[in-house]
Every structure is written in structure tokens, then in C-alpha cells.
């Protein structure tokens, strides 16, 4: 019985960012992890994203588990590009390379670990609340969409969160943050007042 992997696929979908495509490969990239790449100098570590910044329209490379979404310069449109990045993904796995070489080096890491939602050593009980809702409810649409939400903080009412991938810079991530996420945090945890996107 053959052990061979079935070819390659890439399908493209759009996410609630008009400047984001989200490119779904049938195979996993990056397990348990997710690397965004804002400028081509810092690509050392990841093929893929740096032959997608060869593109001169391509502003920045996300990838996790078994997508990569693709962020490009407003003046161009995805109707005239979108499937040249599909064929260009498909091509790149089909010669047998991988999306990253090595995670980013350990200071790189703290400082991500940090943001990720893992509970604070001391976690309050509204924190470790948050964490909760955030991981069952809302993560699992966010990376549908091609994003990312990690919990940064609890203070003063105020929950700070940081998005990426596709979320970042979504003119409705604004939206979603007040619309949705606070709302359903201030009914669930007692306290919370407000939630904030902050940079890393």
C-alpha cells in the first residue's frame, strides 16, 4: 500500500479584510505556532514568505497551521493577482519546500509568549475567564477569517487583545472588536468594561 501523500492543493478564500487573501493548503504548514512576516528582511527563517515578497505588491506573509494569508499594497486588486498567488503557492510546494525553516530565536519567542493567550502566572479569575472565552468562542472564527487574537491584559476594565494575520489592520476588525468580542465578554465576565487591539 502506497504511503505517498496526495498532491498538493490551494484554494483561496476571501477574508472580512478586503486587502487579505487567505490561501488553504491540503497539508500542514506550522503546528501549534504562527509566524507573520511584515517586511522581506525578516524572511531569513521562511521560504515561502520570502518568495511571496518577491511579489511587489505583497506587504506581509502570515502563516499557521495549514493557511498563509497574504496582505497586498491598495493600488493593486486581488481579482487581477489572486490567481497567480495560487499557482505560485502550488508550484512552491509541489517542488518539495517548506513554508518555515526554524521558529523565530528565542527572544523573539519570550517576547511572543508573552502575547499568546497563555494564562498569567498569577492569572485573576476574570483573566483566566477571558482566556476561556476567547479560546472556545471567538479564536476558532477569527482563524477561519485568516487571523489571529492572543489575550495581552486585564487592567482597569479595559481587555487588551493582539490581532494578526488577516485581522490586522481589517478596517472591520473595529467592528467585530465592539460589536462582538466586547459584548460578549462584558455579559460573560463581570468587570470587563471594554477590550482594545494593541500592537505587540
Known sequence: MSNQMPPVQVYAESTPNPSTMKYVVNRPLLIDNSVE??????????PLAAALFKFPFVKAVYIKNNFVTVTKVPVVEWIDVMHEVREFILSFFNEGKI???????????????????????????????????????????????????????F??????????????????????????????????????????????
Open 37 to 46: 512576516y511584515n517586511d522581506v528582511s525578516q524572511t531569513k527563517s521562511s
Open 99 to 153: 513554508a518555515v525553516t526554524e521558529l523565530p530565536p528565542p527572544a523573539e519567542k519570550k517576547e511572543k509568549k508573552a502575547i499568546t493567550a497563555e494564562l498569567p502566572l498569577n492569572p485573576t479569575e476574570a483573566e483566566a475567564k477571558i482566556i476561556e472565552i476567547l479560546d472556545e468562542y471567538i479564536k476558532p472564527a477569527v482563524e477561519q477569517d485568516g487571523g489571529e487574537i492572543t489575550f495581552k491584559s
Open 155 to 200: 487592567e482597569d476594565g479595559t481587555v487588551s487583545v493582539v490581532l494578526r494575520g488577516s485581522c490586522s489592520g481589517c478596517p472591520s476588525s473595529t467592528l467585530t472588536l465592539k460589536a462582538g468580542i466586547e459584548q460578549l465578554l462584558k455579559r460573560m465576565v463581570p468587570g470587563v468594561e471594554s477590550v482594545v487591539a494593541e500592537n505587540e
